[in-house]
């Protein structure tokens, strides 16, 4: 994870060396989200992302964004027992996930002003995950639950790899772009337990420049 903010760390200095700060080459966007989380996991789930960044060159841009991913919901039961007697009641652990994510994009070709150009994002990103495990049916009168999943929340580093496509309409751009997402679990040459899934990620948006680029 250091080298590749080592890498976004180049990007903005190298972009910083060529031109001044500029308002006009600030940007945002909106896209709909589908990640696809892998491992044990195994879980699907459709998002909306939202970021804003600044275009330092024709070929370079840097984005903040962040993620909101909707509720997943697992079929699960909970074992209750009046100490006499026990029963399984339905219920369903609810996993919530969002991601603040920092994007280097690297436009390949000419330039991100073509009608058609593609990108290589690269990046890291923080994931924060919450889960609750909640009964389908009322606990019968006298009962316990006896493995009910306590609420609580993972958190981990994240690093972003993909490629996109853009579209330049009007004043406006559409994207669509897919990375392969890994937990990040070493920090400055030490190993540190993570427990964010690998997944792929998919974003489907339209990209607006604050500024007037090239004419378009």
């Known amino acids: 994870m250091k080298k590749t903010l080592v890498f976004l760390m180049a990007i903005a200095i190298a972009g910083g060396a060529k031109a001044q700060f500029d308002a006009s080459k600030l940007f945002a966007s909106v896209s709909g989200n589908y990640t696809m989380y892998k491992g044990d996991f195994q879980q699907k789930t459709p998002g909306v992302k939202l970021d804003i960044g600044y275009s330092f060159t024709e070929k370079i ?89 306590p609420s609580g929340s993972q958190n981990g580093f994240i690093l972003n790899f993909g490629l996109g496509g853009q579209y330049n309409f009007a004043s406006a751009r559409a994207f669509a772009d897919a990375s392969l997402v890994l937990a990040a679990n070493k920090v400055n040459d030490q190993y540190v337990e993570n427990y964010i899934p690998p997944h792929f990620a998919f974003n489907l948006g339209i990209r607006i420049p604050f500024g007037d680029r090239g004419g378009q």
């Open 61 to 149: 841009r840097v984005a903040l964004g962040y993620t909101y991913h909707l509720p997943i919901r697992v079929a699960s039961s909970v074992s209750a027992s009046d100490e006499v007697n026990s029963k399984s009641i339905p219920s369903e652990v609810v996993y919530n996930f969002s991601t603040i994510s920092v994007l280097g994009n690297y436009t390949f070709g000419e330039s991100e002003d073509n009608p058609i150009s593609f990108y290589a994002p690269l990046g890291v990103g923080y994931v924060m995950a919450k889960y609750k495990e909640e009964l389908k049916e009322s606990m019968p009168p006298g009962y316990t639950a006896m493995d009910l999943l």
